[in-house]
């Protein structure tokens, strides 16, 4: 195990280092490290790591959302009003009714089967889009309008709403009726999660106004809380249904908003976290890529993957539109909304666990969708907003 950590960490950064001389994401080297060292190539990713791959996963999400919470102000939101509502579900929408469409007719499988797939490839990768964002917000483009807090807010939530269809889809698929609750269950989740999340951001910055504690004993106990209320998610499920990265985003905004000084420090501390989390996160993720699923599945997998963009790009644009933002804004909230990795890599093999008939083809487009997106996504953010954003 020991062997197989400094062997990811060492390549990983090696690859990342490399990617960026050339003008690319460091992600990208990051995912080739661990296809590489994966199961599926090299076999170097000891056992005990991959067992926990997923737990280690989420542990990273939940460092980068802490940080994001930390730095989004909710009062930025109400700057571009609705937009920032529709941009948590409409895109997701429009793309998976575009899988639901299509897929049958390229790949001649179901209409429900199609459906999961695209809840499977509905979801954006905050995990991807929420370190740009940030990064974007302290060089200060996009400013005046909050365009990246917009970005931001909408990819977290875009999450929830995407995984809550697809519990959905495969309630449906096990021989249980569509569940109008499911959807209720959605906003239920939101405000529970919210409402959650700012309680204990309140009872936090009473702690860390009484007691004085160094900002690293801070970090712990934030990210220990952070850690909690993920974990308290699947505890009250079968009471309520509740999102536990909303609260852990909710908990970084209430700190922000109540003691911004704190949020501030507490902010490039977790920026100093996620150099390891992001590292581990992608090449994770990398090591579950099969090569072989996705050069079967060929450029049929590519069309529909190209096909549930174009719609997606047009659910952004309607989600903005009588926005206050120009077209150039706009465009870099669509392309913004490109990269996919945290979500496809959670849920992508579900389906084929399930015994569902379509899910080696449902993990292999999940598993291109991942290697496409991502790396263009996260490229395309990096050379656009300069030019597309005002600073």
Not at 23 to 43: C, E, R
Not at 79 to 92: E, N, Y
Not at 151 to 175: E, K, N, P, Q, T
Request: charged share 15%; aromatic share 6%; net charge positive.
């Amino acid at each position: 195990m020991l062997f197989s950590l400094g062997v990811m960490v060492l390549c990983g950064l090696l690859l990342s280092g490399i990617m960026k001389k050339l003008k690319l994401p460091g992600l990208i080297g990051m995912l080739i490290t661990g296809i590489i060292l994966g199961p599926f190539a090299l076999d170097i990713i000891s056992p005990e790591i991959l067992n926990i791959s997923a737990d280690l996963r989420e542990l990273a999400l939940v460092v980068i959302l802490t940080r994001a919470g930390l730095s989004l102000d909710i009062a930025d939101l109400k700057k571009v009003g609705r937009s920032a509502i529709l941009m948590c579900f409409v895109p997701a929408l429009f793309e998976i009714a575009a899988v639901t469409l299509f897929a049958p007719m390229i790949f001649g499988i179901s209409r429900l089967d199609a459906a999961i797939m695209g809840a499977v490839l509905g979801a954006v990768s905050p995990a991807v889009i929420v370190p740009k964002m940030l990064s974007i917000m302290e060089t200060g483009y996009g400013k005046a309008k909050s365009v990246p807090q917009l970005v931001l807010a909408g990819a977290s939530v875009d999450d929830i709403f995407v995984i809550v269809l697809f519990a959905a889809f495969m309630g449906m698929h096990d021989g249980s009726a569509f569940d109008i609750s499911s959807i209720i269950k959605i906003p239920i989740s939101i405000l529970v999660g919210g409402g959650i999340g700012v309680l204990f951001g309140l009872g936090m910055n009473q702690l860390f106004r009484r007691i004085h504690m160094r900002d690293t004993v801070k970090v712990l106990i934030l990210l220990s809380v952070s850690l909690l209320l993920v974990a308290l998610e699947s505890t009250i499920k079968r009471f309520v249904p509740m999102s536990g990265l909303l609260a852990v985003m909710a908990l970084g905004c209430t700190i922000l908003k109540t003691n911004p000084l704190t949020a501030n420090r507490l902010s490039n501390k977790f920026s100093k976290i996620w150099v390891a989390a992001e590292l581990m996160l992608f090449v994770l993720v990398g090591a579950a890529v099969d090569i072989s699923y996705a050069l079967n599945a060929g450029l049929l997998a590519l069309l529909l993957i190209f096909i549930a963009l174009c719609f997606r790009l047009c659910g952004v644009f309607t989600s903005l539109v009588k926005s206050p933002l120009n077209r150039k804004e706009r465009l870099f909230c669509a392309v913004s909304y490109l990269p996919k990795a945290t979500v496809q890599a959670a849920i992508g093999g579900l389906p084929l666990a399930a015994g569902i008939a379509s899910g080696n083809l449902i993990l292999t487009v999940a598993v291109l969708a991942i290697l496409i997106t991502a790396p263009l996504g996260a490229f395309l953010v990096d050379i656009s907003h300069k030019r597309l954003l005002e600073k």
